[in-house]
């Protein structure tokens, strides 16, 4: 376990992140220890594992996988599960409607077959919803419940799928492989389940056939299973092909189906060691909670969150099993909660930063969060009391303060229904997982998440480990620069779809994301490039869900190391060095062909310094080798076209300022008397800024090509710095101070914060009040300020308290040093504390601290030391 830093608040529920490998093939059979390993592996021996199989053991599986979807006849009469039935019933109400006005060449009205796979995938699952209203048990009189010829309609319409649309594999398998290996798969696996009596008696080979084809379409697997060293069968996707697997087992009467599929799903579980890859696969959870999908895409709030309501319900499916492996899962799940899950999501808002493609999607952050709400009502019946409690406090506090608490009618079982509301009805009292003041350094992500009472600030990098942005299947049209040092700043209080969602991502011009510094050209969308979703060319190796396209055009990386940052208690830095994407690299270096499009990035050298009261931001270098103009926006706001939005400030020589347009401004306040929200900006050294404020008019399909041709109008505030064509490199510096009035904006004339240096080599703060000194350096070579001399790339902070302690974080931003040492000069210090690692070591006029960062993946590693 990593050692804490004094100042930082203890966590009810520390406990080690890491799950190892020896501990994951611990719970597994003996016999499928080689479907984790490989042939010819060597292992050590492993703890005798619980039998598992046998008729009892699927009777109980199959229970409780009726449980999870349909739920129970004690969950179901409860009055709180009432909506939850009710909405059930209608949904099938409408789909056998559908059905009944269905045209040729259709099961269900308006959704042609033939030529499309996600209206194939949709027609599968409007099929099991009417399935999941025929089994859901219930006290009220039902239209659908129970009713024999209802269930094989939909075991009659399932056949008639197989035959002419799905069974013949040399016909299908077009568009989108998810479709295929995944998304049909699971909507029949659970019919099958659903129905299973029915399909014995009515249609009794249908389950073999299914089952069958469902093997062959597993394309991107080995000899119809799952394949560990695909790059398809990883994370989400993984969990989700072994879940399915587990009910066809079950439906089968197939154990060995369902233990090879138990142990394939077991490998999610795993902490990620990037320096010790198993099968190649970078997809999972790490250890400071980050989360991965696709190789390199931050992604906690959409493929995380859909890992973690897959391998919960895995948990409730296995549980009194042979299958279920102990406790052990649940606790290494809660982990993933507390590190991962809660510090992402502010006030019931998944934040923006780590949903990928999902920004472009109109769904909000509420309903985010209410997937990882039920998932978590779950988990807490399969943790220790202490971990429950907590757990369940989580639970109440989103409920509480968030201005659109989940709707448990959404859940998907009946049974967390009802188990909500019995959290909710505890005497646990409502308590978030992460403490009011808390600093998360995501970096095995590029990501950062720094909160307060009353705000918190996110912050999304990229590097050539993680991408810059995430576009595919015409979702996220315009997404070049959201892993450019784009932040979200979330103000408590306000309902976040007034400030964030899909109206921000509509609205804001992608060039002027807040904290973004771009070089000012048009580009064009992929579709715009291209005429179709994807680059198609398959003789350079670019088809739909080729690694070439990924590479490219789905989720580029960036191609420098410098990507990081360090964490002192509740205290932060993070910097980037700006550049171009993989992409261009390739296409410089003669990789590409002629017609295929890439776009240089700008420069620049940036640091964030994430303190108690502001977030301060230097940049150095700032500008294009290309001679192209370049925009910086320090920060990006939306209000409603009606708000009378109020833009104070004032110059340097203490001038005041109001309005919009560009001037030597010392500070400036938004303020949105709608919202009752402000937000202060200090303009610590640099050009003149530029305040603009406009109305902008334009459709939710702009940003994705499925979304409805909503027009949305909203006032769009910017503040930043515009460089012409052809101007030198800037550096500036500011700070951004949430909820700031004009006193406090005042104050910072000679106040507390101090910068000591920004330049391309080095960046640093010092905080007299706090007694802090943050640090950047980005070169090698010596790098001298402030009392510290630090060697190399690095991240540090220092700080020293009234008692004559010191404490210091160091990191390394690049991942790639064995060692950084920093030298405190004045008086010698001796340890008190020292995380693995660290050591101390006496020089003239100071102490050196030698930090072993080698495989740390830029982990913070500290000491406090004394006179």
Same mark, same amino acid.
């Given at each position: 376990?990593?050692?804490?830093?004094?100042?930082?608040?203890?966590?009810?529920?520390?406990?080690?992140?890491?799950?190892?490998?020896?501990?994951?093939?611990?719970?597994?059979?003996?016999?499928?220890?080689?479907?984790?390993?490989?042939?010819?592996?060597?292992?050590?021996?492993?703890?005798?594992?619980?039998?598992?199989?046998?008729?009892?053991?699927?009777?109980?599986?199959?229970?409780?996988?009726?449980?999870?979807?349909?739920?129970?006849?004690?969950?179901?009469?409860?009055?709180?599960?009432?909506?939850?039935?009710?909405?059930?019933?209608?949904?099938?109400?409408?789909?056998?409607?559908?059905?009944?006005?269905?045209?040729?060449?259709?099961?269900?009205?308006?959704?042609?077959?033939?030529?499309?796979?996600?209206?194939?995938?949709?027609?599968?699952?409007?099929?099991?919803?009417?399935?999941?209203?025929?089994?859901?048990?219930?006290?009220?009189?039902?239209?659908?419940?129970?009713?024999?010829?209802?269930?094989?309609?939909?075991?009659?319409?399932?056949?008639?799928?197989?035959?002419?649309?799905?069974?013949?594999?040399?016909?299908?398998?077009?568009?989108?492989?998810?479709?295929?290996?995944?998304?049909?798969?699971?909507?029949?696996?659970?019919?099958?389940?659903?129905?299973?009596?029915?399909?014995?008696?009515?249609?009794?080979?249908?389950?073999?056939?299914?089952?069958?084809?469902?093997?062959?379409?597993?394309?991107?697997?080995?000899?119809?299973?799952?394949?560990?060293?695909?790059?398809?069968?990883?994370?989400?996707?993984?969990?989700?092909?072994?879940?399915?697997?587990?009910?066809?087992?079950?439906?089968?009467?197939?154990?060995?189906?369902?233990?090879?599929?138990?142990?394939?799903?077991?490998?999610?579980?795993?902490?990620?060691?990037?320096?010790?890859?198993?099968?190649?696969?970078?997809?999972?959870?790490?250890?400071?909670?980050?989360?991965?999908?696709?190789?390199?895409?931050?992604?906690?709030?959409?493929?995380?969150?859909?890992?973690?309501?897959?391998?919960?319900?895995?948990?409730?499916?296995?549980?009194?099993?042979?299958?279920?492996?102990?406790?052990?899962?649940?606790?290494?799940?809660?982990?993933?909660?507390?590190?991962?899950?809660?510090?992402?999501?502010?006030?019931?808002?998944?934040?923006?930063?780590?949903?990928?493609?999902?920004?472009?999607?109109?769904?909000?952050?509420?309903?985010?969060?209410?997937?990882?709400?039920?998932?978590?009502?779950?988990?807490?019946?399969?943790?220790?009391?202490?971990?429950?409690?907590?757990?369940?406090?989580?639970?109440?506090?989103?409920?509480?303060?968030?201005?659109?608490?989940?709707?448990?009618?959404?859940?998907?079982?009946?049974?967390?229904?009802?188990?909500?509301?019995?959290?909710?009805?505890?005497?646990?009292?409502?308590?978030?997982?992460?403490?009011?003041?808390?600093?998360?350094?995501?970096?095995?992500?590029?990501?950062?998440?720094?909160?307060?009472?009353?705000?918190?600030?996110?912050?999304?990098?990229?590097?050539?480990?993680?991408?810059?942005?995430?576009?595919?299947?015409?979702?996220?049209?315009?997404?070049?620069?959201?892993?450019?040092?784009?932040?979200?700043?979330?103000?408590?209080?306000?309902?976040?779809?007034?400030?964030?969602?899909?109206?921000?991502?509509?609205?804001?011009?992608?060039?002027?994301?807040?904290?973004?510094?771009?070089?000012?050209?048009?580009?064009?969308?992929?579709?715009?490039?291209?005429?179709?979703?994807?680059?198609?060319?398959?003789?350079?190796?670019?088809?739909?869900?080729?690694?070439?396209?990924?590479?490219?055009?789905?989720?580029?990386?960036?191609?420098?190391?410098?990507?990081?940052?360090?964490?002192?208690?509740?205290?932060?830095?993070?910097?980037?060095?700006?550049?171009?994407?993989?992409?261009?690299?390739?296409?410089?270096?003669?990789?590409?062909?002629?017609?295929?499009?890439?776009?240089?990035?700008?420069?620049?050298?940036?640091?964030?310094?994430?303190?108690?009261?502001?977030?301060?931001?230097?940049?150095?270098?700032?500008?294009?080798?290309?001679?192209?103009?370049?925009?910086?926006?320090?920060?990006?706001?939306?209000?409603?076209?009606?708000?009378?939005?109020?833009?104070?400030?004032?110059?340097?020589?203490?001038?005041?300022?109001?309005?919009?347009?560009?001037?030597?401004?010392?500070?400036?306040?938004?303020?949105?008397?709608?919202?009752?929200?402000?937000?202060?900006?200090?303009?610590?050294? @640099?050009?003149?800024? =530029? /305040? +603009? $404020? %406009?109305?902008?008019?334009?459709?939710?399909?702009? *940003? #994705?090509? !499925?979304?409805?041709?909503?027009?949305?109008?909203?006032?769009?505030?910017?503040?930043?710095?515009?460089?012409?064509?052809?101007?030198?490199?800037?550096?500036?510096?500011?700070?951004?101070?949430?909820?700031?009035?004009?006193?406090?904006?005042?104050?910072?004339?000679?106040?507390?914060?101090?910068?000591?240096?920004?330049?391309?080599?080095?960046?640093?703060?010092?905080?007299?009040?706090?007694?802090?000194?943050?640090?950047?350096?980005?070169?090698? @070579?010596?790098?001298? =300020? /402030? +009392? $510290? %001399?630090?060697?190399?790339?690095?991240?540090?902070? *220092? #700080?020293? !308290?009234?008692?004559?302690?010191?404490?210091?974080?160091?990191?390394?931003?690049?991942?790639?040093?064995?060692?950084?040492?920093?030298?405190?000069?004045?008086?010698?210090?001796?340890?008190?504390?020292?995380?693995?690692?660290?050591?101390?070591?006496?020089?003239?006029?100071?102490?050196?601290?030698?930090?072993?960062?080698?495989?740390?993946?830029?982990?913070?590693?500290?000491?406090?030391?004394?006179?």
């Amino acid at each position: 376990m990593r050692k804490r830093f004094p100042a930082e608040p203890a966590d009810p529920l520390e406990r080690p992140v890491h799950f190892s490998r020896r501990a994951l093939l611990s719970l597994l059979p003996t016999a499928t220890v080689l479907a984790v390993t490989g042939p010819g592996a060597a292992a050590a021996p492993l703890p005798a594992a619980p039998a598992a199989g046998g008729a009892a053991d699927r009777a109980l599986l199959l229970a409780n996988t009726l449980a999870v979807f349909a739920g129970t006849a004690e969950s179901n009469a409860r009055p709180e599960v009432a909506a939850k039935l009710a909405a059930v019933e209608a949904t099938a109400l409408t789909r056998l409607g559908a059905m009944d006005g269905a045209g040729e060449g259709e099961i269900f009205r308006g959704v042609p077959l033939g030529t499309s796979d996600p209206d194939l995938a949709r027609t599968f699952q409007y099929l099991y919803e009417i399935a999941l209203a025929v089994r859901a048990p219930g006290p009220a009189p039902s239209r659908v419940r129970g009713d024999r010829a209802v269930a094989e309609r939909v075991i009659d319409a399932l056949a008639r799928l197989h035959d002419t649309y799905y069974g013949d594999q040399s016909t299908g398998y077009y568009g989108n492989w998810f479709t295929w290996e995944i998304g049909i798969s699971t909507h029949v696996s659970k019919s099958l389940v659903l129905l299973r009596d029915e399909i014995a008696a009515h249609r009794p080979s249908l389950t073999a056939a299914y089952t069958a084809s469902m093997d062959a379409y597993l394309r991107n697997g080995k000899d119809g299973d799952v394949d560990l060293d695909s790059r398809f069968h990883t994370g989400a996707n993984l969990a989700d092909i072994t879940t399915n697997r587990i009910l066809q087992g079950a439906v089968l009467g197939d154990d060995a189906r369902i233990t090879k599929a138990v142990a394939d799903q077991l490998t999610v579980f795993a902490t990620i060691d990037p320096y010790d890859l198993r099968h190649g696969v970078t997809d999972g959870f790490y250890e400071d909670g980050s989360f991965v999908q696709h190789a390199s895409v931050a992604y906690t709030g959409s493929y995380g969150k859909g890992l973690l309501t897959r391998v919960v319900q895995t948990v409730k499916i296995l549980d009194g099993t042979g299958w279920s492996g102990g406790g052990e899962l649940a606790g290494t799940v809660r982990r993933w909660v507390t590190d991962g899950f809660a510090p992402l999501i502010h006030e019931g808002w998944m934040m923006e930063a780590v949903k990928g493609r999902g920004v472009s999607r109109t769904g909000t952050g509420y309903a985010d969060t209410a997937a990882v709400v039920e998932a978590v009502v779950d988990l807490s019946a399969y943790v220790p009391p202490g971990d429950a409690d907590a757990l369940a406090g989580w639970v109440k506090q989103v409920h509480t303060i968030s201005p659109a608490p989940p709707n448990p009618a959404a859940f998907v079982s009946p049974v967390s229904v009802a188990r909500h509301a019995d959290v909710l009805a505890s005497s646990v009292p409502a308590r978030d997982l992460t403490p009011p003041a808390h600093h998360a350094a995501f970096n095995a992500m590029d990501r950062t998440v720094h909160r307060r009472p009353g705000w918190s600030f996110a912050l999304a990098r990229s590097s050539e480990r993680i991408s810059k942005y995430e576009y595919m299947s015409g979702e996220n049209l315009a997404p070049w620069f959201q892993g450019d040092g784009a932040h979200h700043l979330y103000l408590s209080g306000q309902d976040q779809t007034h400030a964030y969602g899909i109206d921000h991502v509509t609205v804001v011009d992608p060039l002027r994301l807040a904290g973004v510094t771009a070089p000012v050209e048009r580009r064009r969308t992929v579709p715009e490039l291209y005429g179709t979703l994807w680059y198609d060319n398959p003789e350079r190796g670019f088809t739909a869900s080729s690694e070439a396209q990924n590479t490219y055009v789905y989720f580029p990386r960036g191609t420098g190391a410098h990507s990081g940052g360090a964490r002192l208690g509740p205290y932060g830095t993070a910097s980037m060095v700006l550049g171009d994407d993989a992409a261009y690299a390739a296409d410089t270096a003669g990789l590409l062909p002629e017609d295929f499009v890439t776009h240089r990035g700008a420069r620049g050298t940036k640091s964030w310094f994430m303190l108690d009261d502001e977030i301060v931001v230097l940049a150095a270098g700032v500008g294009d080798p290309a001679g192209r103009p370049v925009t910086t926006t320090f920060d990006t706001r939306i209000a409603d076209p009606g708000t009378a939005v109020g833009l104070t400030g004032e110059l340097r020589g203490g001038a005041p300022w109001q309005g919009t347009g560009t001037a030597p401004l010392s500070w400036l306040r938004y303020a949105d008397p709608v919202e009752g929200t402000a937000v202060g900006y200090v303009l610590l050294s @640099g050009p003149p800024a =530029t /305040a +603009g $404020l %406009a109305t902008v008019t334009r459709s939710r399909r702009a *940003v #994705r090509l !499925t979304n409805p041709d909503t027009p949305v109008t909203k006032q769009v505030f910017t503040l930043g710095l515009d460089q012409p064509a052809g101007a030198p490199p800037a550096s500036f510096a500011y700070a951004l101070v949430p909820h700031a009035t004009a006193r406090r904006l005042r104050s910072y004339a000679g106040g507390p914060l101090t910068v000591l240096a920004n330049t391309v080599r080095l960046q640093a703060v010092r905080h007299a009040r706090l007694s802090l000194v943050a640090v950047n350096t980005f070169t090698p @070579g010596l790098h001298r =300020t /402030a +009392g $510290l %001399a630090v060697d190399g790339p690095a991240s540090v902070l *220092v #700080r020293r !308290t009234p008692d004559g302690a010191t404490s210091l974080a160091v990191s390394d931003p690049t991942t790639g040093r064995d060692t950084v040492s920093v030298t405190l000069h004045g008086r010698r210090l001796r340890p008190v504390h020292a995380d693995p690692g660290v050591r101390t070591v006496p020089v003239p006029g100071g102490t050196r601290v030698e930090v072993t960062t080698r495989h740390a993946y830029g982990r913070s590693l500290g000491a406090t030391l004394r006179p």
